[in-house]
Nanobody, 125 residues
Framework: QVTLIESGGGLVQAGGSLRLSCAASQGVFSIYAMGWFRQALGKEREFVGAASYNGRSTEYTDSVKGRFTISRDNAKKTVYLQMSNLKPEDTAVYYC??????????????????WGQGTQVTVAS
């Protein structure tokens, strides 16, 4: 288990950009895939994207493809979510999650072993 702390959320105008960070402590980071998820008000938490344990492969949900990019720096125990061309429908609390199974290339919500506390992203139209 790792402890995850997100940062970088805020208010942005439609078409703008934000970069979220998720830093890990108290655990091994580099052997686990990392995912980003979001939960809009009144909706279930949904998968946004994931990066493999080594960062060599990434996967995204269709609605963010071409706009969001996940990267990770294992030396810094940090995973990033670069969000561009933001839309009002991207408004949500964003969470990072660490896979509970090591050495995998992707993950889903049911695979999360540790969650961050979440960071609010609000996109104004």
């Amino acid at each position: 288990q790792v402890t995850l702390i997100e940062s970088g959320g805020g208010l942005v105008q439609a078409g703008g950009s934000l970069r979220l960070s998720c830093a890990a402590s108290q655990g091994v980071f580099s052997i686990y895939a990392m995912g980003w998820f979001r939960q809009a008000l009144g909706k279930e938490r949904e998968f946004v994207g994931a990066a493999s344990y080594n960062g060599r492969s990434t996967e995204y949900t269709d609605s963010v493809k071409g706009r969001f990019t996940i990267s990770r720096d294992n030396a810094k125990k940090t995973v990033y979510l670069q969000m561009s061309n933001l839309k009002p429908e991207d408004t949500a609390v964003y969470y990072c999650g660490a896979d509970k199974t090591p050495w995998r290339t992707t993950m889903r919500r049911e695979d999360v072993g540790s969650w961050g506390q979440g960071t609010q992203v609000t996109v104004a139209s």
